[in-house]
């Protein structure tokens, strides 16, 4: 059973940024919004969570809406090196299975 | 820190034989360790988690005489496909979960880089 949906790809322009969404309508109280992403034959790399506030790091900014039933995961400046598959997982955090769902594949294109 | 390897990165085999991929934690210790497979174009399915010193719980549809599991130490964790068919052929990725007070972030889980397995 799918916690989250995504669309199965984008298509975003190197230097643009790129927005990811995400709905995860039965999202319970006590389970964060992750993101994690997976370059070709790599393990998953962590971006970032976020419970009910918008969060921004490094890599990413996390747009939740207010209902916390869906989100948004921005890449503010995609490069080439994005070109992954972006999970979208909703979790209570560690000491329980994280499970992955389709994902959503990124290309970013010159 | 959080850096988690995984031996070998990529195997071929003969069908019939064995394959050990060991995982391990190399800058904290880990309790549970989750072990993923992911067939191509699909995403990742967990197939079982293990605790340290205890036996590994295997999801559905896992066979857990196919894909045994030791999780003897705190930093190393082995997964073993036995009597290896080409249905095997997949990406294994272990995934160690830190123990509380290693100093790593635990909000975070933690995956090694994939071994890919071809049987031939």
């Known amino acids: 059973d799918a916690k989250t949906t995504q669309p199965p790809s984008m298509d975003c322009a190197e230097g643009r940024a790129a927005n990811l969404p995400c709905n995860h309508s039965t999202i319970s109280g006590n389970e964060y919004v992750y993101w994690y992403r997976q370059i070709h034959s790599q393990g998953p790399q962590y971006i970032i969570h976020?419970?009910?506030n918008n969060e921004t790091n490094e890599m990413a900014s996390l747009i939740i809406t207010e209902d916390r039933k869906s989100s948004t995961l921005i890449l503010p400046h995609a490069t080439l090196r994005d070109t992954a598959v972006y999970y979208c997982?909703?979790?209570?955090?560690?000491?329980?299975?994280?499970?992955f769902g389709t994902g959503t594949r990124l290309q970013v294109t010159l | 820190g959080a850096v988690v390897s995984q031996h070998p990165s990529w195997v071929i085999c003969k069908s019939g034989t064995s394959v050990k991929i060991e995982c391990r934690s190399l800058d904290f210790q880990a309790t549970t360790m989750f072990w993923y497979r992911q067939f191509p174009k699909q995403s990742l399915m967990l197939m079982a988690t293990s605790n340290e010193g205890s036996k590994a719980t295997y999801e559905q549809g896992v066979e857990k005489d196919k894909f045994l599991i030791n999780h003897a130490s705190l930093t190393l964790s082995t997964l073993t496909v036995t009597s290896a068919h080409p249905e095997d052929s997949s990406f294994y990725i272990c995934?160690?979960?830190?123990?509380?007070?290693?100093?790593?972030?635990?909000?975070?889980?933690?995956f090694g880089p994939g071994t890919r397995l071809t049987v031939t």
């Open positions: 995934s160690p979960l830190p123990y509380s007070g290693t100093g790593v972030k635990n909000y975070e889980q933690y």
């Open positions: 976020g419970l009910k």
């Open positions: 997982i909703v979790w209570p955090g560690t000491a329980s299975k994280l499970t």
